[in-house]
């Protein structure tokens, strides 16, 4: 009874769903800008590679 329930109901979420087909459509961040996609790129792997670089220099400067 009650996983026939919970079938029809995992069933019908995926039916409802529904999502736009086409390149980049399925990614979190919008690719239509592309230099904002540049700029949020180049932001975010500044702080991913710099940070943890910067933090390392300040505390080997830091002795």
Known sequence: ML???VRR???S???RMHYE???GKNLPFSVDNKWKLLLGTFIFTL???GGPCFIVRHQLLKQ
């Open 3 to 5: 996983s026939s329930s």
């Open 9 to 11: 109901f995992g069933t």
């Open 21 to 23: 087909e086409g390149p």
């Open 13 to 15: 979420a995926l039916r």
């Open 47 to 49: 702080t991913g590679i």
